[in-house]
């Protein structure tokens, strides 16, 4: 059985870098997924940026679709080990 938390990350979850120019997470954020996976839970993330690109629920369906999967792949590569 698998704890399972999907977070939509919006702008206050992010700050740009100004020396690399990248949007990255601040730190807030990162602790509260190191929280997050200490008390036993996998997290997902999904940032307002690519949200915001998808335009259509069928978009919306498959970045879902895409990161439930990759998740249920990484969970199946730990099994095998």
Same mark, same amino acid.
């Given at each position: 059985?698998?704890?399972?938390?999907?977070?939509?990350?919006?702008?206050?979850?992010?700050?740009?870098?100004?020396? &690399?120019?990248?949007?990255?997470? #601040?730190?807030? &954020?990162?602790?509260?997924?190191?929280?997050?996976?200490?008390?036993?839970?996998?997290?997902? #993330?999904?940032?307002?940026?690519?949200?915001?690109?998808?335009?259509?629920?069928?978009?919306?369906?498959?970045?879902?679709?895409?990161?439930?999967?990759?998740?249920?792949?990484?969970?199946?590569?730990?099994?095998?080990?």
């Amino acid at each position: 059985k698998y704890k399972l938390v999907i977070e939509f990350d919006g702008p206050f979850h992010y700050f740009l870098d100004i020396e &690399t120019g990248e949007i990255v997470e #601040n730190g807030r &954020t990162k602790a509260k997924r190191r929280w997050l996976e200490r008390l036993g839970w996998s997290v997902i #993330n999904v940032s307002y940026i690519e949200w915001g690109a998808a335009k259509s629920r069928s978009a919306k369906k498959d970045i879902l679709k895409s990161k439930l999967l990759q998740w249920a792949r990484e969970r199946k590569e730990l099994l095998r080990e």
